[in-house]
Nanobody, 123 residues
Framework: QVQLVESGGGLVQAGGSLRLSCAAS????????MGWFRQAPGKEREFVAG????????NYADSVKGRFTISRDNAKNTVYLQMNSLKPEDTAVYYC????????????????WGQGTQVTVSS
C-alpha cells in the first residue's frame, strides 16, 4: 500500500532551520506532484509548498516564500522541505501529500497523506 513517512521535525529557536523529508513507497513517485501542508492547533490545515509531477514547477504560500524551499529526489522517492528563518508562527504539524499528475498547487485534492511531523519554533 501507499505510505508517506515524514521525518525531520523538532524544536528549534526562531531564526533557525530545519529540513523535513517525506519518503514515499507503494506508488510510482514520478507520476505524483508532492505537497507540504501544515496544521497549527486550533487552525485549519493550510498549503505550504508543492512540486509538480513534471516540469519542475514549485509553488509556495505567501507566508513562506523566500524562506522555505521544496525539492524532490526521484531516485530516492523523497520530497524535502528546507525551512530557514523559522518563526514561532511556523509551529505546526507538517504533512506531506501526493497528487497524481498534479501541479503541486493548493487547490487540488491530494490522493495520499502522511502522518505528519511536529515542528515547534520557540521565540
Amino acid at each position: 500500500q501507499v505510505q508517506l513517512v515524514e521525518s525531520g521535525g523538532g524544536l528549534v529557536q526562531a531564526g533557525g532551520s530545519l529540513r523535513l523529508s517525506c519518503a514515499a513507497s507503494g506508488l510510482t513517485f514520478t507520476r505524483y506532484a508532492m505537497g507540504w501542508f501544515r496544521q497549527a492547533p486550533g487552525k485549519e490545515r493550510e498549503f505550504v509548498a508543492g512540486y509538480s509531477w513534471s516540469g519542475g514547477k514549485q509553488n509556495y504560500a505567501d507566508s513562506v516564500k523566500g524562506r522555505f524551499t521544496i525539492s524532490r529526489d526521484n531516485a530516492k522517492n523523497t520530497v524535502y522541505l528546507q525551512m530557514n528563518s523559522l518563526k514561532p508562527e511556523d509551529t505546526a504539524v507538517y504533512y506531506c501529500a501526493a497528487d497524481q499528475y498534479g501541479l503541486g498547487t493548493r487547490d487540488r485534492r491530494y490522493d495520499y497523506w502522511g502522518q505528519g511531523t511536529q515542528v515547534t519554533v520557540s521565540s
